[in-house]
């Protein structure tokens, strides 16, 4: 069982805007060292359903692709303001929408996101490295609000960092 770590999480300043209370995971390796780089997501949808938990871009190639430069994807992270807006969206976004507080992301969304969340059954937990996550739109007052980040799955589908599933305490 890894051991939890409540601190601040520090994220590059390009797409961050800052410091953000995460849950930090460390972990044990299997080498007798010790695993730093990790925080806890989390992500609604139907454990069923494996597009809910791929990005467009990795269900277009059908696997892996090869990871754009940092500027790169920083450029597309903070087009991509929010889900269903302009910005990295399409075919060629390799970003999977999560948040890092799944109550914060339920009480502070906006109307349509709580319906939407209403209407799956499960909540995936996540552990994955800092350097998968993206922060979309830093100016975004809504997006901080619902702590969301983007989960880059180019190099590994989100399911590899699976922690657990919960029942979607939202849904109705």
Not at 10 to 38: A, L, M, Q
Not at 87 to 99: H, N, R, Y
Not at 114 to 122: G, M, N, R, S
Not at 128 to 140: A, Q, Y
Request: with cysteine.
């Amino acid at each position: 069982m890894p051991l939890q770590v409540f601190d601040d999480a520090h994220f590059s300043k390009e797409n961050s805007g800052g410091s953000h209370n995460c849950t930090r995971v460390i972990w044990d390796t299997d080498d007798g060292g010790t695993s730093y780089d990790n925080i806890k997501i989390f992500r609604f949808g139907n454990k069923g359903v494996a597009w809910d938990w791929t990005s467009p871009k990795r269900q277009g190639v059908q696997g892996n692709f090869p990871r754009a430069s940092d500027p790169t994807l920083n450029g597309l992270a903070l087009s991509q303001v929010r889900f269903g807006r302009k910005g990295a969206v399409g075919p060629e976004t390799p970003f999977v929408s999560v948040a890092t507080n799944y109550q914060a992301l339920y009480e502070n969304g906006e109307p349509w996101v709580q319906e939407l969340l209403k209407c799956v059954p499960d909540l995936g937990v996540f552990i994955v490295p800092f350097d998968t996550l993206m922060r979309p739109g830093i100016n975004s007052h809504a997006t901080v609000k619902e702590t969301e980040w983007l989960y880059y799955d180019g190099g590994a589908p989100l399911l590899s960092y699976l922690h657990k599933w919960l029942p979607n305490p939202y849904k109705k």
